[in-house]
């Protein structure tokens, strides 16, 4: 009898801390499982989203062409108002009949080719030129101090204004037409490098001093990635610049071994007084421009924001 209230006086203590542990094994059973649904969640929203952009989003093209097609009704009804004539603002069809005279005189063909590649190369050699140069003023404190302002100066100044000296020095050549697009491009490319350089956080340079790197790869490897948006800003900005300039280049340097672009082929409306002409090379013009922004520019932006994770908050 005196050995029997020792067991039954351990029996209590011993139950409920059993009992804690199979209750704590049971809330992370509990928790784990909902860690997993919440995992599966969101591998699922992921998916989803995955799956979303692999669909053709309709509205991409649907609203541009529908708010082409109201700009001609627009363009069509003032025409057919009378309140201008014919001659002076001649309507879409007009406009269309003379690009199919155009292209059957081979002149559309001859001026497209021979603009779009002045322009892509022009554009090329100017990246070529401008993204070493950027780097080395984002780099360089002295030099970015001397060369900054002048390179701001030179991107407000029309390039249209080196026009006549360009003809001075190189004569009625595509040496002119290269050096005006040259001009218009360059400051652009190298500010837009700049400016990006700037945005960039100071750990990424620590990182790379830290892990070793020299002048070179810290510009290559580090500083370039990371400013990539805003020199793509510059890119964009410089094409537009240099697509600019050349349309001023071969609408005031006409003649000699300077070639039949759409500039030309709009100072040659202009000197017929031949609106229609005149209106296909505007429009000719603009499709250019508006096609390499869908085509080039458009998808690299949108893979860029995409691969940094800044596309879903954008509206593109």
Do not use: C
Not at 5 to 21: I, K
């Amino acid at each position: 009898m005196p050995n029997n209230p020792a067991p039954l006086a351990e029996a209590p203590s011993t139950e409920p801390t059993e009992a804690r542990h199979i209750t704590a094994a049971l809330t992370r059973t509990s928790t784990g499982h909902e860690d997993l649904r919440q995992l599966e969640s969101g591998l699922d929203s992921l998916q989803s989203d995955a799956d979303r952009k692999d669909r053709i989003d309709w509205s991409r093209i649907l609203l541009p062409v529908a708010a082409l097609v109201v700009l001609v009704l627009a363009w069509q009804f003032y025409v057919s108002l009378g309140l201008k004539r014919r001659d002076l603002v001649p309507g879409p069809l007009d406009v269309l009949g003379q690009i199919g005279v155009l292209w059957g005189e081979g002149k559309l063909q001859e001026a497209v080719w021979t603009s779009l590649q002045r322009g892509l190369v022009g554009f090329l050699i100017s990246v070529a030129i401008a993204t070493p140069v950027g780097l080395l003023l984002s780099q360089v404190a002295p030099l970015r101090r001397a060369f900054g302002p002048l390179i701001s100066g030179l991107q407000v100044l029309p390039s249209v204004a080196w026009v006549p000296a360009a003809i001075i020095w190189f004569g009625l050549t595509d040496a002119t037409v290269y050096f005006v697009v040259f001009m218009g491009a360059i400051p652009s490319i190298i500010n837009g490098l700049i400016s990006g350089v700037d945005q960039i956080p100071p750990q990424y340079r620590r990182v790379g001093t830290v892990l070793g790197a020299s002048r070179l790869q810290m510009a290559l490897q580090i500083i370039l990635p990371a400013a990539l948006p805003g020199y793509l800003g510059g890119l964009k900005q410089g094409w537009a610049f240099s697509w600019r300039s050349l349309m001023a280049a071969e609408i005031i340097a006409v003649g000699g071994t300077i070639g039949f672009g759409l500039g030309s082929l709009l100072d040659q409306g202009r000197i017929l007084s031949d609106m229609s002409v005149v209106m296909s090379a505007i429009l000719l013009i603009l499709a250019v421009g508006i096609l390499i922004e869908l085509l080039v520019f458009g998808p690299i932006e949108k893979r860029l924001l995409r691969s940094r994770g800044l596309l879903s908050g954008s509206t593109r």
